[in-house]
């Protein structure tokens, strides 16, 4: 399959379109909300449905990477190197 690449929109610029969902609940993603996700072929896509909110679904490209998804979670750089370290040795201890 050729890779379409598509201008992503600017983030002010609404987006309306519309999909057919087909026999096997699949839908082709109109260029137009493929654009605004700044989405392209083998892109994964997370949609999200609230049951408060019949009817809507939310879309959303899913991360490629975590890496740097959490900062400070683990505290400091130096903080996380000693947990690591303490943690290791508590394997070393236990063996």
Not at 48 to 76: H, L, M, N
Request: hydrophobic share 45%.
């Amino acid at each position: 399959m050729r890779k379409r690449s598509v201008t992503a929109l600017p983030p002010t610029a609404p987006v309306t379109a519309e999909a057919r969902l087909r026999p096997r609940y699949q839908l082709t993603l109109p260029e137009a909300v493929a654009a605004a996700l700044a989405a392209a072929p083998d892109d994964c896509l997370v949609f999200q449905a609230d049951p408060t909110e019949p009817g809507v679904v939310r879309v959303r490209k899913a991360r490629i990477s975590w890496a740097g998804a959490a900062p400070g979670v683990f505290g400091t750089e130096d903080e996380f190197a000693a947990f690591v370290r303490a943690e290791r040795a508590s394997w070393a201890a236990e063996g």
